[in-house]
């Protein structure tokens, strides 16, 4: 928890200088407040490696209107030095926006999430892949021409005779318009869970520091991240591809 909070004060004086650009934001598939217009599609394939484990996932999104969306994902992993393979859990989501910019006077953004995820192999059941899960959740924040404040709160519910708990997340985020091409990006991940896992006792408390460089060529995104968690000293690299249609 230490070296959680000194990254976070380092990380804060680091970004509070950056510079930014007057950019569209229409595009910008990254930010963490966007929301899809009516009846655009986004696209988002990713992979990620971490322990000696490859992680592949695809994500569709479509914009109901000029307020809700809904989206499909799934993921599959390999692990490379042992018998943890097996597709993830599907989700189901949504996203309502409840305040956009201009509706009050603080120019502040207000998201609803919610979802449910079935399925999962039980080789990789986790907080992530498990069998049953429900989530809600209030995404808020503001956006600049150049930056981008935002803040996730998220809790789940899993269903599961063994490995039943809830958890909840706090996900402050702080993204910046570089320029037209590039963007950066960094958050914090700070996860509560109830209880330990039954059969291994591993405690699913986290503290994960996010970072991210994304390069965009008009409705594509190009993203490389890295990941790292405090506790367990977890390092994870990943890149996606956004593609906005």
């Known amino acids: 928890m230490r070296k ?55 994500s569709i999104s479509y914009g109901m209107n000029n307020r809700l969306s809904i989206g499909a994902n799934v ?8 018998d943890q393979d097996g597709f993830s859990a599907i989700d189901l989501g949504a996203k309502y926006r409840l305040t956009r910019a201009g509706d009050t006077n603080s120019n502040i953004i207000t998201d609803v999430l919610f979802g ?18 429900y989530y809600a959740g209030l995404r808020f924040g503001r956006q600049w021409a150049g930056m981008t404040l935002a803040m996730t709160v998220k809790s789940s519910w899993i269903f599961d005779e063994i490995r039943g708990m809830s958890f909840l ?36 408390d986290q503290e994960w520091l996010h970072t991210k460089l994304i390069r965009q060529y008009g409705r594509t995104q190009y993203i490389g991240h890295i990941d790292y968690e405090f506790e367990s000293d977890e390092i994870q690299f990943g890149g996606k591809i956004n593609i906005l249609f």
């Open 75 to 82: 993921h599959y992993q390999h692990h490379f030095n042992g």
């Open 169 to 204: 997340d706090f996900m402050p985020e702080a993204y910046f318009r570089l320029s037209p091409e590039f963007r950066l990006g960094g958050g914090l991940t700070i996860r509560k869970a109830t209880n330990n896992d039954a059969q291994t006792g591993q405690d699913y």
């Open 116 to 133: 449910f995820k079935f399925g999962g192999s039980s080789h990789v059941r986790t907080p992530y892949y498990a069998d049953s899960t």
């Open 4 to 58: 959680f909070f000194s990254a976070l004060l380092v990380g804060t004086t680091i970004a509070l200088p950056a510079s930014s650009y007057a950019n569209a934001l229409e595009h910008d598939t990254s930010d963490p407040l966007y929301l899809l217009n009516t009846e655009e599609v986004l696209s988002e394939s990713s992979v990620v490696y971490f322990d000696h484990t490859l992680r592949l996932g695809q």
